[in-house]
């Protein structure tokens, strides 16, 4: 006896769902201090050419597959392929996401558990203490938090907690209902810090950074980490937007959606940095180039303004959100799997693939103490591979997501008939004027743009 298959409410229940899946520390960690390192302007500008014509292509491409079929990745590739050039194959992709899902959850809850004892900390007065001398936060963080083995281990367990118990109660009342809840109360708080980044000093510079375009700083490098960036914040290339996609009704636009939900991302990317940055202009502090600067360098200038110990609270709790809605569909990638093709009930499905998870991330939050740490926390670093932290994120960063992205805008641009994904893509939708734009993103800009991204991992482990 199989459960009936979940369904979101509606239309807002999945783009607040799915924007939530794509913002996350991707946005809130990673964007500003890649930003900061590769110059600004100008390497924004390129992120948001590579979310426009890579993103948002293969999202629509993503969510046309899991709507078609009712499936998740797996299923969805099998059932599409099976009269295709290419045949059964194909859903090694599916298989490939799940995989993917596993791996990145597996370290991304160790990150995201970071914010609940950060937010504990701020709330109760020691996070002040600690970010009045900047020297005295790094060596907790980096020599007494990241070192305690139990810390890393609860806080992971308690975020992989929360993470099951939102996909235990399915899609509608779970995954949807902590999105309903948890995504206004992100952008509200996101809108406070941006006010309140605006009235300090270093606000002006923080937008001229951003927004005024520099190229000639701008190298190859900075180009295909921005593209690889796009995927990693879009939750694409494995089958996330997918299994979302195959909980929604047949009667909305499918492009549509997949334009707002990038746009959306892209806009709270955008605000980050811009409250990063103003805070950081705003002291006179040097900021160390480097992937710690949430939880190093931001407190410490945040404990500075008035009302800091409470801002800092509201920030680490923005942040812990924003992952919470990720790691919910990470999971619900790997559950659905086993719901769709083990046939098992959602209950035992979130229950077992949650507490294997996390058992799997013990292993990465334990990597952490002492030797290299610090240099492997590189959410979708290319030279990072130390540790078993840093070795689930080079994967799966470099990996499984570009190649997985790669094979889905190949298979829906070359493999599946136009006449298919066209009908598709204009179900709810009406006449598609752009469908020809789509159709020759897919084909061409896609694989090509992310195939330079394969290519250069290949060529930068040879030559290293
Ligand atoms: N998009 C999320 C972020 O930016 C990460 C993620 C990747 C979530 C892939 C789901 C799938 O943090």
Same mark, same amino acid.
């Given at each position: 006896? @199989?459960?009936?298959?979940?369904?979101?409410?509606?239309?807002?229940?999945?783009?607040?769902?799915?924007?939530?899946?794509?913002?996350?520390?991707?946005?809130?960690?990673?964007?500003?201090?890649?930003?900061?390192?590769?110059?600004?302007?100008?390497?924004?500008?390129?992120?948001?050419?590579?979310?426009?014509?890579?993103?948002?292509?293969?999202?629509?491409?993503?969510?046309?597959?899991?709507?078609?079929?009712?499936?998740?990745?797996?299923?969805?590739?099998?059932?599409?392929?099976?009269?295709?050039?290419?045949?059964?194959?194909?859903?090694?992709?599916?298989?490939?996401?799940?995989?993917?899902?596993?791996?990145?959850?597996?370290?991304?809850?160790?990150?995201?558990?970071?914010?609940?004892?950060?937010?504990?900390?701020?709330?109760?007065?020691?996070?002040?203490?600690?970010?009045?001398?900047?020297?005295?936060?790094?060596?907790?963080?980096?020599?007494?938090?990241?070192?305690?083995?139990?810390?890393?281990?609860?806080?992971? %367990?308690?975020?992989?907690?929360?993470?099951?118990?939102?996909?235990?109660?399915?899609?509608? #009342?779970?995954?949807?209902?902590?999105?309903?809840?948890?995504?206004?109360?992100?952008?509200?708080?996101?809108?406070?810090?941006?006010?309140?980044?605006?009235?300090?000093?270093?606000?002006?510079?923080?937008?001229?950074?951003?927004?005024?375009?520099?190229?000639?700083?701008?190298?190859?490098?900075?180009?295909?980490?921005?593209?690889?960036?796009?995927?990693?914040?879009?939750?694409?290339?494995? #089958?996330?937007?997918?299994?979302?996609?195959?909980?929604?009704?047949?009667?909305?636009?499918?492009?549509?959606?997949?334009?707002?939900?990038?746009?959306?991302?892209?806009?709270?990317?955008?605000?980050?940095?811009?409250?990063?940055?103003?805070?950081?202009?705003?002291?006179?502090?040097?900021?160390?180039?480097?992937? @710690?600067?949430?939880?190093?360098?931001?407190?410490?200038?945040?404990?500075?303004?008035?009302?800091?110990?409470?801002?800092?609270?509201?920030?680490?709790?923005?942040?812990?959100?924003?992952?919470?809605?990720? @790691?919910?569909?990470?999971?619900?990638?790997?559950?659905?799997?086993?719901?769709?093709?083990?046939?098992?009930?959602?209950?035992?499905?979130?229950?077992?693939?949650?507490?294997?998870?996390?058992?799997?991330?013990?292993?990465?939050?334990?990597?952490?103490?002492?030797?290299?740490?610090?240099?492997?926390?590189?959410?979708?670093?290319?030279?990072?591979?130390?540790?078993?932290?840093?070795?689930?994120?080079?994967?799966?960063?470099?990996?499984?997501?570009?190649?997985?992205?790669?094979?889905?805008?190949?298979?829906?641009?070359? %493999?599946?008939?136009?006449? @298919?994904?066209?009908?598709?893509?204009?179900?709810?939708?009406?006449?598609?004027?752009?469908?020809?734009?789509?159709?020759?993103?897919?084909?061409?800009?896609?694989?090509?743009?992310?195939?330079?991204?394969? %290519?250069?991992?290949?060529?930068?482990?040879?030559?290293?």
């Amino acid at each position: 006896m @199989t459960e009936p298959r979940g369904q979101w409410s509606g239309r807002l229940g999945f783009i607040l769902a799915a924007t939530g899946s794509a913002i996350g520390l991707g946005n809130l960690w990673k964007f500003p201090y890649i930003t900061l390192e590769n110059n600004g302007g100008a390497f924004v500008l390129v992120y948001i050419g590579a979310v426009a014509l890579v993103g948002v292509p293969i999202m629509i491409a993503e969510i046309l597959m899991g709507r078609r079929t009712q499936m998740s990745p797996v299923g969805a590739f099998k059932a599409m392929a099976a009269d295709r050039p290419g045949g059964a194959a194909w859903q090694g992709v599916g298989w490939l996401g799940v995989l993917a899902g596993f791996t990145i959850l597996s370290y991304y809850s160790v990150v995201a558990g970071w914010t609940i004892h950060y937010t504990w900390l701020a709330l109760n007065g020691h996070l002040s203490e600690l970010a009045s001398d900047p020297a005295v936060l790094g060596n907790y963080f980096g020599n007494e938090f990241l070192a305690s083995g139990p810390q890393q281990v609860l806080y992971h %367990v308690l975020f992989m907690g929360l993470t099951t118990g939102a996909v235990f109660f399915g899609v509608k #009342g779970g995954i949807e209902r902590v999105a309903k809840i948890l995504m206004p109360l992100l952008f509200f708080i996101l809108v406070i810090l941006v006010i309140y980044s605006t009235t300090t000093s270093g606000f002006g510079e923080a937008i001229r950074f951003l927004f005024h375009p520099d190229f000639s700083t701008l190298t190859t490098g900075s180009v295909l980490e921005a593209l690889g960036h796009a995927f990693f914040t879009l939750s694409l290339g494995m #089958g996330a937007m997918l299994t979302y996609g195959s909980y929604i009704g047949r009667d909305f636009s499918i492009p549509k959606a997949a334009l707002q939900i990038s746009f959306l991302d892209t806009l709270i990317a955008l605000m980050a940095c811009i409250i990063m940055f103003s805070i950081i202009n705003t002291s006179n502090i040097e900021v160390n180039k480097s992937a @710690t600067i949430l939880f190093t360098t931001i407190p410490t200038v945040l404990v500075k303004l008035p009302g800091g110990g409470l801002l800092n609270a509201l920030f680490y709790l923005l942040i812990g959100f924003a992952a919470l809605t990720s @790691t919910i569909s990470l999971l619900e990638v790997v559950s659905s799997f086993a719901i769709d093709e083990l046939g098992w009930t959602r209950h035992r499905a979130t229950l077992t693939m949650g507490s294997v998870i996390t058992v799997f991330g013990v292993l990465n939050a334990l990597s952490l103490g002492g030797h290299g740490a610090l240099s492997s926390i590189n959410l979708i670093g290319r030279e990072s591979t130390q540790g078993v932290f840093g070795t689930m994120d080079y994967l799966a960063s470099n990996w499984f997501l570009p190649v997985g992205g790669f094979l889905i805008a190949l298979f829906c641009g070359w %493999v599946l008939s136009k006449a @298919t994904t066209r009908q598709e893509l204009e179900e709810g939708h009406g006449t598609m004027a752009g469908y020809g734009i789509w159709s020759f993103l897919i084909r061409f800009v896609s694989p090509l743009a992310v195939g330079a991204i394969i %290519v250069s991992v290949i060529l930068g482990k040879e030559y290293q």
